[in-house]
């Protein structure tokens, strides 16, 4: 049984940092995308990084911001949020794609339960 338990999401200031962590169970060696949906949003891509940490990927609304990353050794997928932006408050889910690295939702087989994050202005 697959299982993916995110934290880290608070409330922050615009301009201020929160790193999040995605800790899995029942899998290794999968890709893994964060995602993120916003008040009366629909869900959408945010980063998304391989199995062996060689190759991230990024929505272009958080490039240059956000950072994924992960430690295989503690089965852990992190994303440094820097330079917070109202516009990235959401609640943020871990997710493992179906099959290769994708950025639409539909592509994502596991789900975390989701961890808010509020920016104020």
């Known amino acids: 049984q697959v299982q993916l338990v995110e934290s880290g999401g608070g409330l922050v200031q615009a301009g201020g940092s929160l790193r999040l962590s995605c800790v899995v169970s029942g899998r290794t060696l999968y890709n893994m995308g964060w995602l993120r949906q916003a008040p009366g949003k629909e869900r959408a891509f945010v980063a998304a990084i391989n199995w062996s940490g060689g190759s991230t990927y990024y929505a272009d609304s958080v490039k240059g911001r956000f950072t994924i990353s992960r430690d295989n050794a503690k089965n852990t997928v992190y994303l440094q949020m820097d330079s917070l932006k109202p516009e990235d408050t959401a609640v943020y889910y871990c997710?493992?794609?179906?099959?290769?690295?994708?950025?639409?939702?539909?592509?994502?087989?596991?789900w975390g339960q989701g961890t808010q994050v509020t920016v104020s202005s």
């Open positions: 997710a493992i794609p179906s099959s290769v690295i994708g950025r639409r939702v539909e592509e994502y087989d596991y």
